[in-house]
């Protein structure tokens, strides 16, 4: 697969078109009906959430949240495939691969109320934490892969970057020494052609992504991200090089924000009506539904039954978070030094006031 799609011949690896039809018969996964309905109504599942946070946003009910709509056909075979003792690195857009990782809704609303519990996902063995800071994460990754390879573990490492994070010195760093020490990593762009307002175009003079991935001396490919399949096939492909030994692999997601960068932003400011329109052509979702339903195994109907059956958990699990109590001050400011330092007992003493002030207005 990767001489075949070399990132320096600027092709995309595909296996179906926008409407659900195999292009690509060669590289199309073997899998069980019973799986591939799975996979699709996981995939229904994390955007159902997703949608449904974002509204929880608006209400006022949760903090600020990076939508993952659009982008469920990465998460999703990226899921399917890690096991429980490889590593996940996630960025902050990758709900479907968190929560096939064991990783519960309810854990990451937590986080995204403000709860380091958030972040203990007990459930979820080797799951680094979210991370905010662009590209950091690599490092770790590389670092993970380092240690599975000196420590001779049959592990790999998933480390999810965005576009945006392709312009960091970190995600440099990472390819770099991934590549000399040859160790087990599956590094994932998730080109949604935007670094919050910054289009890919003017973040790199690159033909592509992936093909950095030839610099570092590792292999690369870029491949459809919208096309379930073809990542389903290329993930598959990149943990067999991994699992042999052969070293890190790079791979270009293209796919596309549909949703804002996060709930403060407003992508009507840089992005136009008809480019979203082109895009909403290409929506995984849809493309894998048109699959399905063209092999007779779902339908509008099926899909109208169980969305109520979703968003009824979706729910259940929010009102659980919503409900978890007041957040310990002495999370925030007793455990992060023996000896408190005065700048910190500052911020300790104006949030107390702070506190005084918000308690005085709701009596």
């Known amino acids: 697969m990767f001489k075949e799609y070399n990132p320096l011949q600027e092709s995309m690896f595909q296996v179906i078109d926008n409407h659900g039809k195999v292009i690509n018969d060669k590289w199309m996964p073997k899998i069980e009906d019973k799986q591939l309905l799975k996979f699709y109504k996981d995939m229904l599942f994390a955007r159902t959430a ?22 469920e056909a990465i998460a999703a075979a990226a899921g399917v495939h890690i096991r429980e003792n490889d590593w996940l690195v996630p960025a902050f857009r990758e709900m479907g691969t968190m929560l096939a990782k064991g990783v519960t809704l309810k854990e990451l609303f937590l986080y995204f109320m403000g709860y380091e519990d958030g972040s203990a996902f007990t459930k979820a063995k080797n799951t680094l934490p979210i991370s905010v800071p662009i590209a950091s994460q690599l490092l770790h990754a590389a670092g993970l892969g380092y240690a599975i ?44 052609q935007y670094g919050i307002s910054t289009p890919t175009h003017m973040q790199t003079a690159s033909s592509s992504l992936a093909v950095k991935a030839v610099a570092y001396g590792v292999k690369g490919i870029k491949v459809d991200g919208n096309d379930f399949f073809a990542m389903y096939k290329a993930i598959e492909e990149s943990v067999k090089v991994c699992r042999d030994g052969k070293g890190p692999v790079l791979i270009e997601a293209v796919t596309y924000r549909k949703g804002a960068h996060t709930t403060s932003d407003d992508p009507t400011k840089y992005r136009t009506k008809e480019e979203e329109e082109m895009w909403e052509e290409r929506d995984p979702m849809k493309r894998m539904k048109a699959y399905l339903i063209s092999k007779k195994l779902w339908s509008d109907k099926e899909e109208e039954k169980i969305i109520p059956q979703y968003k009824e958990e979706v729910d259940r699990q929010f009102i659980e978070a919503e409900n978890y109590g007041p957040y310990p001050k002495e999370d925030v400011f007793k455990y992060l030094y023996a000896d408190t330092p005065d700048d910190l007992k500052d911020q300790e003493h104006e949030y107390d006031r702070f506190l005084q002030w918000k308690n005085s207005k709701l009596k």
């Open 50 to 71: 997703d949608l449904q946070i974002v509204s929880y946003q608006r209400q006022g009910r949760i903090f600020t949240y990076p939508p993952n709509y659009g982008q």
């Open 149 to 192: 390879k000196y420590s001779k573990k049959d592990e790999v490492v998933y480390g999810f970057v965005g576009d945006g994070g392709t312009s960091e010195g970190d995600f440099h760093e990472a390819l770099n020494f991934a590549g000399v020490w040859s160790v087990p990593v599956i590094f994932i762009i998730q080109n949604n």
